[in-house]
């Protein structure tokens, strides 16, 4: 039994300070259902830390240190691949209870607070379906290097609720829709149908993300009084260090209330 935190952003704090990828999870699935149930009701203002804890394996390496990794369908590039999206969902966990514990002061109000604390549960259960699939191909995560440099986007927008959601679900998980159909079907093309069924799951998922950003960003937008589109532009080309490259997934982007007026002036490719 989980001892429940008194409020919502002690609940992210926990989280966000428990190191061990399992007891993460564990920890995000209770709070989200202690959430949901009415079982913590309490907002709170408990400060988060800047960064996430993390375990002692993988070992992070900075991105151009990170072993190339190969397009093939090989077992161990198959298997790379699943490493680098655990690790990305493990850091989905932690961005999203960032994101219900970061701006107490901007008084959003208890639906944005819900979406989140969904979105958090949906990453949890992502990162545990391809920690799963990398024990049934006899590997796990932990076994491989992986990428320092995810929490970077969460350093760069801790100052504004609007440039947080603006680089975080509206870039970089917007960015997800676009690359994962090919991922899909090249694991198909591989005949590892387990894998791409998992990875179409997390892809169906991650529009309502791209959608809940989509729709915060622009209450925050309206709140304000700011033009949305502009205000997108301006803080992307701030705050994201990237490009935003062609070709889009026009399609899920539009299923996610994203349309094409944002991002495409700015593309590049
Ligand atoms: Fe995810
Ligand atoms: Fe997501």
């Not at 801790?158 to 998980?173: G, K, Q, T, W, Y």
């Not at 992307?236 to 899920?252: E, M």
């Amino acid at each position: 039994m989980t001892t429940l935190p008194p409020t919502l952003s002690d609940a992210a704090r926990a989280v966000l300070d428990t190191a061990v990828p399992t007891g993460k999870v564990a920890l995000t699935h209770a709070f989200a259902a202690a959430w949901r149930d009415g079982r913590i009701t309490a907002v709170g203002t408990t400060p988060l830390p800047d960064r996430p804890a993390r375990p002692d394996r993988p070992e992070l390496k900075l991105p151009r240190d990170m072993p190339k990794r190969g397009r093939g369908g090989s077992m161990a590039n198959r298997i790379a691949l699943l490493h680098a999206l655990a690790h990305i969902e493990l850091n989905a966990i932690d961005l999203a209870w960032d994101l219900v514990g970061r701006f107490p002061a901007e008084g959003l109000p208890k639906p944005f607070l819900d979406d989140w604390v969904q979105v958090a549960d949906d990453e949890a259960r992502h990162f545990a379906m391809l920690d799963a699939r990398l024990n049934a191909l006899g590997s796990g995560y932990g076994d491989l290097p992986a990428h320092d440099g995810l929490w970077q986007a969460a350093q760069v927008t801790a100052h504004d609720v609007a440039a947080r959601l603006a680089v975080v679900p509206m870039v970089l998980e917007a960015r997800g829709l676009d690359v994962t159909p090919d991922t899909i079907a090249r694991l198909k093309g591989f005949g590892d149908g387990e894998s791409a069924a998992l990875l179409q799951t997390i892809c169906d998922d991650e529009v309502t993300h791209v959608a809940a950003g989509r729709r915060w960003f622009g209450y925050v937008c309206a709140a304000r009084g700011v033009d949305p589109v502009a205000t997108w532009q301006d803080l992307v080309r701030r705050h994201f260090r990237g490009v935003l490259k062609r070709p889009f997934n026009t399609a899920g982007r539009s299923a996610a209330g994203f349309g094409p007026e944002f991002y495409e002036p700015v593309a590049e490719g």
